[in-house]
């Protein structure tokens, strides 16, 4: 079939071992069998993930993305012949054989009928094929002078010739995920050639050159199809060339109208083998059986965690004991091929599965997400390669959870956390706001029609926008300076001076437009920007800005990450893409492992309170953390969040600490807010009455009017209501406070009250029962009723 994109792993095997061995990559049991007595090979059609099993007169196929496999195969009858390649057209209607070097067969698995097409010229020979998606043609033959394009007609019995992209051709990978054919040429083959076949119609690349190393002054060498693989990472597409000599892999990364380097990785062994899972980069080196993980979006030149062993998990336990019946050895010794790791048969085929063509099986390489976060030190960068796994969202979520909890717990310090921090809220901002950036409630600070302020103990309260700034989410110098680290690392809060006066100066603001770390995601200009027609169509999707500069370092100072500035990337399509990550696979409903500021105040927050290692101080500091680095975001800190800041500052009696806060608006007016600091101003009179004050300006009528009531003063209470025109409060509660003191003047003077102001009083009930407790409470000088 053509040289499909696979890597073939070095010779001999290593049995599983114990299992309590720990591995960051490993295989699930049981594999995907295929064993046909009499079949003419295992292929791998990568367009339709299909495991296919030619016989002399039938193909088996099954599907590869199903675990547990499934146990029965779909089978399409062919004609006896020699078979050198098998593959699907993409809506599995059409088989297509490849018969001999210059000859296709077509099987309609409709009707059964078939037809055959040869290369047009006599000449060549066919390498061969793959079916696309592109509307400029259904099927490629690769031949040795280059493509050969053709189309279905109408009845699907026959092709027609479209057009021949003329090259010289010694060998071709390609992948159907990416749609990307590269053409080699050259005496050493190192000159390669692309052709994209996107939803837009057919995109050239320029040819370019890889670099290889001599072993020998006198010798060149010759580059081989296993020596390139196509891979696509982060919806980018990459050429990853081996350097057996040089031990080391190139990358390049496609663009429209250029091929960039992007660097080098170290190898440590001429026998590797390269696979993608969940757009992280895994090198096998397999002599030493150990697998190397490298995230490109962080410090490339550096493995994510330290090389461990593949293993095989989940197959049941190989037994030493002697076997009688010849059925239980037969399955005995299967049962050794399947826990063989890195066998001589094994061929890892993009992008994450791996096919062991002498026993008939496929195995599918999956992360051990808790490996990988027991081994890695440090938490910000481990938190950031969490935040970006899309396969296992939900695993992700716990340990980034789990891992902001012990950070926290072990008093690391702020600067840490604050690091740690930064990546969660970045990865949330940049997941979950709206596509035009602007809309969401997530993101936008609480805002009030009629800004109000009031001044009570020293204390200024304002329920709008800022003065001198727009209404938005910022940071004042009560955010900048209340959380510092002494020498010894310990936590303390500082006080801000001046808030009111130098609260509304621009220098003292977190700009929530700062850039995104290295590590925090995808760069502006590398989001793939994907539509509804690109998810229906599946194809490529190419910008049309030419590059302008290209940054060559692997791993510069000012980014850390692979990146190429104002250039036109060609991307892979959003079908064709299983791992689609940041904002255009949330975008497409594709699970995050996104971790919401409500999330942060329950499951960490709220939950490290609940221990006793951890100060109120410390705990306190570390929110304050958390809300600049929300503000830096412009994702809103939810009330809740605040309201519980004020209750541990509460709980230690820092109440001065607390009214500066409020001063300062890290701690911002909310029903929430102005709720706890009345709970909490119980024995503290200014915190109380700084809590109602704060209802009155949020418009909080009914709690605030409750409050009164509770402090016995009625008559405010009935002057709040008439001069703010409250309809919200029910006249009842008035009487029934009256009543409840035994008071004849104040129950008079409720009574009064809602008969003046009140429409309809006289017809409702409470009218009735409270004139009669009235009457009998109090009479007028002459003995009448009142």
């Given amino acids: ?30 594999p995907l069998r295929c064993d046909i007595p009499g079949a003419a090979g295992v292929m791998y059609d990568d367009g339709n993930k299909l495991l296919l099993v030619p016989a002399p007169s039938k193909v088996y196929s ?65 390498f061969g094929f793959f079916w696309t998606d592109c509307p400029s043609c259904d099927i ?42 590269l053409l080699a040429s050259g005496m050493q083959c ?32 010759v580059l081989a199809p296993e020596d390139i693989r196509i891979a696509t990472m982060y919806g980018r597409l990459y050429c990853l060339q081996v350097d057996r000599v040089a031990l080391c892999i190139h990358m390049y990364r496609f663009y429209r109208d250029a091929v960039v380097p992007q660097g080098s990785l170290p190898i440590y062994s001429p026998h590797v083998a390269i696979s993608v899972v969940d757009n992280v980069l895994l090198i096998h080196q397999t002599d030493s059986k150990v697998v190397l993980l490298y995230d490109i979006l962080s410090d490339t030149k550096v493995p994510t965690s330290a090389p461990l062993p593949l293993l095989l998990r989940g197959g049941p336990l190989s037994s030493d004991s002697s076997i009688r019946s010849t059925e239980k050895d037969k399955k005995r010794v299967l049962m050794n091929r399947e826990a063989t790791i890195y066998g001589d048969g094994w061929v890892f085929v993009n992008p994450d599965f791996v096919l062991d ?29 969490l935040q970006r796994r899309r396969h296992e969202a939900a695993k992700a979520k716990e340990l980034s959870l789990m891992v902001m909890r012990s950070m926290i717990l072990e008093r690391r310090p702020l600067t840490v956390i604050g690091t740690a921090m930064d990546v969660l809220t970045s990865s949330y901002a940049q997941g979950a706001r709206p596509p035009n950036g602007t809309g969401g409630s997530s993101f936008q600070p609480t805002q009030f029609t ?122 892979p399509s959003v079908s064709s893409s299983p791992s689609l990550s940041g904002l255009q696979g949330i975008r497409m409903g594709i699970a995050a492992p996104l971790i919401s500021p409500e999330e942060m105040q329950r499951r960490v927050f709220m939950s490290v309170e609940e221990e006793t290692v951890v100060d109120t101080i410390f705990l306190v500091s570390v929110i304050v953390e958390y809300m600049r680095s929300a503000a830096r975001e412009h994702v809103r800190v939810p009330p809740g969040l605040q309201a519980f800041v004020v209750k541990l500052l509460a709980r230690d009696e820092r109440f001065n600490e607390l009214h500066q806060f409020i001063a300062g608006k890290l701690v911002e007016p909310s029903r929430a807010v102005a709720l706890q600091l009345v709970e909490v ?61 035994n008071d004849a003047q104040k129950l008079a003077a409720v009574f009064r009250f809602c008969l003046d102001f009140i429409p309809g009083f006289q017809q409702t009930p409470d009218f009735i029962t409270y004139s009669s407790r009235l009457n009998q409470q109090c009479t007028v000088g002459d003995g009448d009723t009142w």
């Fill in 681 to 741: 101003g119980t024995h503290h009179t200014p915190t109380r009455k700084l809590g109602m004050e704060m209802l009155r300006l949020l418009h909080a009528h009914s709690d605030y009017v409750k409050l009164l009531l509770q402090d016995g003063r009625m008559l405010e209470g009935l002057r709040y209501i008439r001069r703010n025109k409250v309809d919200s409060v029910p006249p009842v509660m008035f009487l029934q406070a009256a009543a409840s003191v």
């Fill in 140 to 181: 490629v033959f690769v031949t040795t002078s280059g493509l050969e394009l053709y189309a279905l007609h109408q009845g699907r019995n026959s092709l027609k010739f479209l057009d021949i992209k003329k090259a010289n051709v010694s060998w071709y990978v390609y992948t159907h995920e990416s749609r990307l054919v």
């Fill in 1 to 30: 079939m053509g040289k499909t994109q696979a890597s073939t792993s070095a010779q001999g095997g290593a049995v599983l071992g114990g299992s309590g061995a720990t591995s960051h990559v490993y295989i699930q049991y049981p």
């Fill in 190 to 221: 190192k000159t390669l050639a692309g052709y994209q076949f996107a939803a837009g119609g057919i995109i050239r690349l320029p040819k370019y050159d890889v670099m290889m190393a001599k072993a020998d002054a006198n010798r060149k060498p």
């Fill in 62 to 126: 099954w599907p590869a993305n199903q675990h547990p496999p499934p146990e029965t195969p779909g089978v399409t009858n062919i004609k006896e012949g020699p078979i050198l390649g098998v593959r699907f057209s993409l809506d599995c209607k059409i088989l297509a054989v490849q018969r001999t070097n210059r000859e296709i067969e077509f099987i309609n698995r409709e009707n059964g009928t078939g037809f055959s097409q040869q290369c047009k010229s006599g000449t060549d020979r066919i």
């Fill in 450 to 571: 009629k800004p109000l302020a009031s001044t009570i103990a020293g204390i200024t309260l304002s329920a709008g926008p800022r003065a001198g700034g727009p209404s938005s989410l910022t940071a004042t110098p009560g955010v900048q300076s209340a959380v510092v680290m002494s020498s010894s690392g310990a936590a303390s809060l500082r006080l801000p001076q001046d808030t009111e006066d130098s609260g509304d100066s621009e220098d003292d603001q977190v700009q929530a437009s700062a850039p995104l770390r290295p590590e925090q995601g995808l760069a502006t200009e590398d989001v793939l920007e994907c539509t509804s027609d690109q998810g229906i169509t599946g194809s490529p999707e190419i910008e049309e800005e030419s590059p302008t500069s290209v940054s060559h370092d692997l791993s510069s100072e000012s980014s850390g990450r692979l990146e190429v500035q104002n250039s036109s990337s060609m991307e």
């Fill in 357 to 385: 063509h002498l026993h008939g099986l496929l195995w599918r390489l999956r992360l051990d997400l808790e490996a990988v976060a027991a081994s890695t030190s440090n938490l910000p960068v481990l938190l950031a390669f």
